[in-house]
């Protein structure tokens, strides 16, 4: 499986970007996706996840109300909507993977570990 992220750039302070994540390499029955950052000199930070059903979403408290994760299975792709950025979202976002079995439809991860596949990154600079 691989993941290919986009979307990525350079935005004012309380602009927009739209984030997006496919997959591709074989066919997927069931996965959950998630967005991490990492910012220059810091660990790998949890941003959003989305189950595999798509109805349960999680997100860090700094980005509750502004960032948006959605997904489109008919595309195989996952969209982070990021609103109201400032400059502490810069950093580069990476989208994530896990498949899951049936019995997992509706868990959302928010750990690194717990995913297998992972995007190349896309970098998102806040600034004016």
């Known amino acids: 499986v691989q993941l290919q992220a986009s979307g990525g750039g350079l935005v004012q302070p309380g602009g927009s970007l739209r984030l997006s994540c496919t997959a591709s390499g074989r066919t997927l029955s069931y996965y959950a996706m998630g967005w991490f950052r990492q910012a220059p000199g810091r660990d790998h930070e949890f941003v959003a996840a989305?189950?595999?059903?798509?109805?349960?979403?999680r997100y860090t408290d700094s980005v509750k109300g502004r960032f948006t994760i959605s997904g489109d299975d008919a595309k195989n792709t996952v969209y982070l909507q990021m609103n109201s950025l400032k400059p502490e979202d810069t950093a580069v976002y990476y989208c994530?993977?896990?498949?899951?079995?049936?019995?997992?439809?509706?868990?959302?991860?928010?750990?690194?570990?717990?995913?297998?596949?992972w995007g190349q990154g896309t970098l998102v600079t806040v600034s004016s």
């Open positions: 994530a993977l896990r498949e899951v079995a049936y019995r997992y439809y509706y868990i959302i991860y928010d750990v690194p570990a717990k995913y297998g596949y």
């Open positions: 989305i189950s595999s059903s798509g109805t349960k979403t």
